[in-house]
């Protein structure tokens, strides 16, 4: 099981609470968020279905080696984290 | 009192220790940006005793900032004076040894050829993307570390980038959120111990790459969310980009774009509107002249202020202004043009 939490930017936009899924790779767990919330995937992903470019997700801390590639096998990792550029200050 | 009773017990810390202030003291920071982390990160930096700052900020001290910017006071506000201007007489009075140099500026790529001198840091203390990608792409061209540091809500992001080093701003956010998306502490609200924890892990960063201890800045994005209590620095967050614009195939495009002519500030109902390159205006003349179009016309020694068409206008020398009480770009260009006209 995986554990995926939004930041609080994203929820201001479109509910997403917390949630675990089964996946193996960060792909099939974003979908299952997805699946959820509809709304959320144009947030997190752009029409090519890539992870858009101000967004960062994070695999237990690490950041994806690619932003095309969500194949990425999650092994046992235990959270993803989606996060968001902040640009106040 | 001498300058060694003053910074003793910074000294008395061994990894900074007496090499590390005189170190301290022989620096000079760029801080572009005096709100609230820009406020910190001076409060924080001209006490630990660096030689000299040079401080840009193109806004005014507003009562709605004295929340969380340290450095303003009800007197500011009241004046609507310069940020860059007021932090510098708070600094001068909590160290009147440090070179405090205020630009009540936009700071543009133009502005780095124009600084007194070669800045030994850069550190982001700015509330928009654009001029954080100015300041990163300048940081990567010129190869000095820069500290990006945001916050908008609870929540806050920081990264130390050591150009050749570490991965730049632009390989962990190639690019800005679209502004309808993006949170700013006006929409989303902001809260001052999220401000400390950024700016803490920045002069962290910072008071370690001037003493010259490269070897223990952080590597990683510093993230947090003080009303969730998730305090978090993750190493692998971030890995140098081969494709970078920045700091893989060096085209820096932040420093080819022009600066927009008017552009609406951080969610506020306020433009600011940049003169035509090369414009002259002279603040005595144009405040006699609107004495009689204009209502509480007041001048200071950096800025006009009045009001005009229920609009209030604050013109700085050089002709860049702010004007509150308008919601787009086109309308204050027009009025703009129609009460200071500085083409
Ligand atoms: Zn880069």
């Known amino acids: ?89 | 009192m001498s300058r060694d009773e003053r910074f003793s017990r910074q000294i008395r810390f061994a990894p900074l220790g007496r090499a590390g202030q005189e170190r301290l003291a022989a620096s000079t920071v760029l801080l572009v940006g005096a709100g609230a982390l820009g406020t910190h990160l001076a409060d924080t930096l001209v006490r630990a005793g660096i030689g000299r700052l040079l401080l840009f900020d193109r806004d005014v001290v507003e009562e709605s900032n004295l929340q969380r910017q340290v450095l303003f006071t009800e007197a500011h506000a009241r004046a609507g004076a310069a940020k860059a201007v007021a932090a510098a007489e708070s600094l001068h009075a909590i160290d009147s040894r440090c070179r405090v140099e205020a630009f009540a500026e936009e700071f543009v790529p133009a502005s780095f050829g124009q600084l007194p001198c070669r800045p030994d840091l850069i550190l982001d203390g700015t509330d928009n993307f654009p001029t954080r990608y100015v300041l990163n792409d300048l940081a990567v061209r010129e190869r000095i570390p820069w500290v990006y540091g945001g916050a908008v809500g609870a929540e806050g992001m920081a990264m130390a980038i050591l150009p050749g080093h570490t991965p730049c701003l632009r390989c962990l956010i190639p690019k800005a959120p679209p502004t309808g998306e993006q949170a700013t502490c006006e929409t989303a609200g902001i809260l001052a111990p999220v401000v400390q924890m950024v700016t803490a892990f920045q002069s962290a960063q910072a008071l370690k790459i001037l003493s010259g201890r490269h070897e223990d800045v952080a590597r990683g994005v510093f993230v947090v969310d003080v009303w969730k209590d998730s305090y978090g620095l993750y190493l692998g967050a971030a890995t140098r980009d081969p494709a970078c614009a920045s700091c893989g195939s060096a085209e820096f495009p932040a420093l080819r774009e022009q600066p927009p002519e008017a552009v609406k500030l951080c969610g506020r109902n306020a433009v600011q509107v940049l003169p035509d390159p090369g414009a002259r205006i002279d603040l005595e003349l144009l405040a006699r002249h609107l004495r009689t179009a204009a209502a509480e016309v007041e001048l200071s020694p950096y800025l006009l202020r009045f009001v005009a068409e229920n609009c209030r206008f604050t013109v700085f020398r050089g002709g860049r202004a702010l004007l509150f009480g308008v919601d787009t770009p086109e309308r204050a260009r027009v009025l703009y043009d129609r009460y200071v006209g500085a083409r």
Request: aromatic share 4%.
């Open chain 1, 1 to 89: 099981m995986v554990r995926i939490t939004f930041t609080e930017n994203l929820v201001r936009h479109v509910a997403c609470p917390e949630i675990e899924v089964e996946a193996g790779t960060v792909g099939e767990a974003l979908e299952q968020a997805f699946r959820h919330v509809p709304a959320l995937r144009g947030y997190v992903l752009d029409d090519q279905g890539e992870v858009r470019k101000h967004v960062i997700v994070l695999i237990d801390g690490q950041g994806l080696a690619d932003r095309a590639r969500l194949g990425q096998p999650l092994g046992g990792a235990r959270r993803i984290h989606v996060l968001q550029a902040l640009s106040g200050g």
